[in-house]
């Protein structure tokens, strides 16, 4: 019968590989607008999975969707502008 106690090293993360790095923490935050505006469009889609959406879940539905897409956008023009240092022409 063999062990496995040889390969775990392979296998497990150092500690160090576990933790996040300083970049992905500053991209984590400023995905997090989108993050959220996802959260709360699933929420809302979450509860009208079991019933006909009424009028007030359709509009919230729409209202969060409509962050969604506004927090692309910012995430967008905000990459749009770091990709370009001098600016549109």
């Known amino acids: ?44 889609q979450i509860m009208t999975i079991d019933r006909t959406p009424n009028e007030l879940d359709q509009q919230r539905i729409r209202r969060a969707h409509r962050r969604v897409l506004a927090a692309r956008r910012d995430l967008a023009n905000r990459a749009a502008t770091l990709a370009v240092p001098g600016g549109a022409a």
């Open 1 to 44: 019968m063999k062990t496995i106690a040889a390969l775990q090293a392979a296998v497990t993360a150092t500690p160090s590989e576990r933790e996040p790095s300083h970049a992905e923490l500053d991209e984590i935050e400023t995905e997090s607008p989108l993050i959220l505006a996802q959260v709360a469009l699933l929420d809302a």
